[in-house]
T-cell receptor, first 109, second 117 residues
Framework: GQNIDQPTEMTATEGAIVQINCTYQ??????LFWYQQHAGEAPTFLSY??LDGLEEKGRFSSFLSRSKGYSYLLLKELQMKDSASYLC??????????WGAGTKLIIKP | GAVVSQHPSWVICKSGTSVKIECRSL??????MFWYRQFPKQSLMLMAT?????????EQGVEKDKFLINHASLTLSTLTVTSAHPEDSSFYIC?????????????FGDGTRLSIL
């Protein structure tokens, strides 16, 4: 079966760095997406990785290792507004998105 | 760019009413749109994939006669919840993918919060 695993909840301090991990097992791979979803709102697109390595976009970076079936989202200089759920999603061989359950990130002052 | 508009954002209606939700891609064309449902504190659940000019593909367990999907143009898909009941109360979110390629990200509308009394 297809499976996406990410921690249910994480807590971090304002100004710090946090890494949210995602491991996956899917039938084929056509890229991995990270989305941010604030409570009561729809998800917003953060990043897309299809090749191994690190993609940096401002305070957010996303890493992919296809051989390990592993990705992480790195958030630097955390701000209170970063409190949200972070969803990992993998596009399989049929270009269907398989969604993780999301990681709820709590930022404390 | 890549703006998806979803309307209405909030609906409260009586049991037995049919509710229509619209999803529009404003600045791009979308051959494929997706309809999701999300219950409180749960993950996104894909209900169906809407393809322009053809029938929608429903996920297992989703009643196609209850959740009618129409994708009449490259910028508009609609979801109609027919004869809605309290158990249909949920957060419904649409997303659209640019025609630029299969691996394009999905861009989400703001969602519709549906409450059936």
């Amino acid at each position: 079966g297809q499976n996406i695993d990410q921690p249910t909840e994480m807590t971090a301090t304002e100004g710090a760095i946090v890494q949210i991990n995602c491991t996956y097992q899917t039938s084929g791979f056509n890229g991995l997406f990270w989305y941010q979803q604030h409570a009561g709102e729809a998800p917003t697109f953060l990043s897309y990785n299809v090749l191994d390595g690190l993609e940096e976009k401002g305070r957010f970076s996303s890493f992919l290792s296809r051989s390990k079936g592993y990705s992480y989202l790195l958030l630097k200089e955390l701000q209170m507004k970063d409190s949200a759920s972070y969803l990992c999603a993998v596009m399989d061989s049929n270009y269907q998105l398989i969604w993780g359950a999301g990681t709820k990130l709590i930022i404390k002052p | 760019g890549a703006v998806v508009s979803q309307h209405p954002s909030w609906v409260i209606c009586k049991s037995g009413t049919s509710v229509k939700i619209e999803c529009r891609s404003l600045d791009f064309q979308a051959t494929t749109m997706f309809w999701y449902r999300q219950f409180p504190k749960q993950s996104l659940m894909l209900m169906a994939t809407s393809n322009e000019g053809s029938k929608a593909t429903y996920e297992q367990g989703v009643e196609k006669d209850k959740f009618l999907i129409n994708h009449a143009s490259l910028t508009l898909s609609t979801l109609t919840v027919t004869s809605a009941h309290p158990e249909d109360s949920s957060f419904y979110i649409c997303s659209a993918k640019d025609v630029g390629g299969d691996n394009q990200p999905q861009h989400f509308g703001d969602g519709t919060r549906l409450s059936i009394l």
